[in-house]
Structures are given as C-alpha cells and as structure tokens.
C-alpha cells in the first residue's frame, strides 16, 4: 500500500513538472501561433517563417505601420521589402509588391525582389572597369557581364538591423575590400522610413577607405493590380526623362545619351505598359520589352523630386517615384519564368511586376561621358528614394 501511495506521489511530481514544461512551452507555441495569425490577419506573411540564423546572423521579418494602415514588411537578408500594404479605391488593402512567404523561399533561388542592390546595382561590361590606372575584375554572373554587385553582393548578405518606433528600420553593412572583386572597405546605413503620407523613403549612404565605384538601389517588383494578380499591361506609366541610354544586345549601354522622341521610351505622357513593351524597335528586342536606363531631366539633384507615376485602372492605386538620382531602369519583368512563387501562392509569369529602379547609369565606370560613380575617402555617397501611393 505504502508503495503504491509513494508511485503515486511521485507519479503526480512528474506529472506535474511535465504540465509546467508543457506549459511554458505551450505559452512559447501559443506567443509564436498569436504572432503567426495576427500576421495572417494583417495580409503579411508570418513572422516566424523569417527567423532563421544565416552566416552567424539571425534574421527576422521588421514590419512598419503608419496611421493610415499602410505596412511595409522587410527582412534584414538583403534588407529587401517583402510586402507593401496600400488600400486601394474600395478601401481594400493590396499587396502591390512581388515576394516570398518565408525566408527559404529566398534562399533556395536569387529572384531580386525587393532586394538592396550593391555594390554596384545594374551592369558592368564584361565584369571589369579601370580606377586610377588599376583594372579591377569582378564575377561574371549575367552573360558576358557582372550584375547586381557578383555572385554574392548585398542582396544575399545579412545586414544588422534597428528599429526606429513604428515607421523607421535602419540597416547596417560593411562591404570588405575586395569583397565581390571591388576596392575599399565601404561601410552603408540604409534607411526605410513609412510616411504619414504613404510613401516608403529609402535613404542610402555610404563611405569608403579608397577609391571605389558605388550605385546603390532597390529592385522592388511592382504589381498595383496586386502581387500573383497576373500582367501589368494594363498599368499606365509616365517617366519624366527626354533622354536614354540604348543598349547591345547584352544590354550595355553604348555610351549615347539617345532622345526618346519618336521612340517606344518616349514616356513623357502617360501610356499603357501594353502598348510599347512589344513593338518593332531594335531597342525593345535587345532589351525582350523594356530593360533600359531613362536618363532623367534635371540630373542628380541634392532633394528628391518626382519622375515616374505609374497607375493601376483597376484598383485606382498609383505610385509616384520621387529620387535624387539622375537615372531609372525601367524594367518590365521580361525574364520572371513563372518558376517562381508568390506569397498568393501563384506563380509570378513574365511580365507579371515592372521595376523603377533609381540609380546612375549601367556601366559608368566605363564610360567617360555618364555621371561619376567614384567615391573617394572623405567624402559620404547619399542618395534617396521615396515610392508614394494614393488612390485616383
């Protein structure tokens, strides 16, 4: 008897101890499940899917919010923009950018979307350029050229993240000397900032310890119909530019600064994506649609000023695009091969997204005749970009 009331009691401690490690866990489960379903109630993907250690670093999924509802979804691996919340004309909210659901999604293929883009965004001919007598080599990663930084540049790199109250996510990254084949420590703070008034300011600046090239950019995927709701054909844009770069036929600039008078880029107006992205024009066929960098009136400028509206006739949003930059590379999802799968759970086909990509020229440090992308110690490269919704 006496044993059988001791197995009890210890029957019961055990008991006991494993309810309260169930649930301490259950309290861990049930935080992680409320996180998980307030963001599938909010139209982002889940947090959780996001929080994974990559290269000793641990990331996570940062959402910003303004009064207006807007939120704005980024991750800390290539500080990209994962979702972009705007209400459209009915008051519903849409998921305007193109993007993953979970961090491995990432992982498993480079897509660009949303990323940070260095250290040098766009391309450089056959991955090489000259800097005070020194030619420097860089990965080839794109036919015979070097794109979007090499192989590994800040789009796949971890960068250290602070948030700043609801609407701010400052990023931090330190770019080694010859990391990716480029001279000079560089040393960037990017930051994203949601306004009061719907736009998502992007501010870029950066430092080195000698001399370098540097171009900075954003490469979000747009849809105003709603990410995974198929083409943008029907998207109006307009891009405040007189002048564009042509391109060959691996899509280096050759060096003329060419007026789009007459030609499918003169986008001075407004005009349906639809309308141009197929015509018979030897620029369009080099670039499969449009691919090419707008040469913007006004040049580099010290304050953000307007120089792209897109818009959506269905939904009634609309995007202005406000840079310091002197360029933008229209890019009109030529290549998306629907191999690639939305947080909608739908496959992103070709020229379901368009690109305005502020930036300087491709290829500049090849080119005597473009703006200069050469940073020098001393002296703080800044540059920003704001993408603004409203409704009309």
Known sequence: MKQLLLSAVLLGMLVGCNNSQKNQESSTMSDSTSTAAADSASGLPERSRFQK???????????????????VAITNYGGRMVSILVPDKDGNMVDVTLGHSSIDDYLAKESFFGTLVGRYGNRIAKGQFTLDGKTYKLPINNGPNSLHGGKKGFNARMWDATPVGNNALKLHYVSQDGEEGYPGTLTVDVTYTLTDDNGIRIEYQATTDKNTVVNLTNHAYFNLNGEGSGSVADHLIQINADRYTPVDATLIPTGELAPVEGTPFDLRKPVAIGERQDVDHPQIKNGGGFDHNLVLNGGQTAQPRLIATATSPK???????????PGVQFYGGNFLDGKATGKSGKAYEKRNAFCLETQHFPDSPNHANFPSVVLKPGETYKTTTEYRFSVK
């Open 53 to 71: 250690e990559i290269d000793g670093k641990q990331n996570d999924l940062y959402v910003l919010t303004n009064a207006k509802g807007m939120k």
């Open 315 to 325: 939904t009634g949003i609309s995007m202005d695009v406000l840079t310091t930059e």
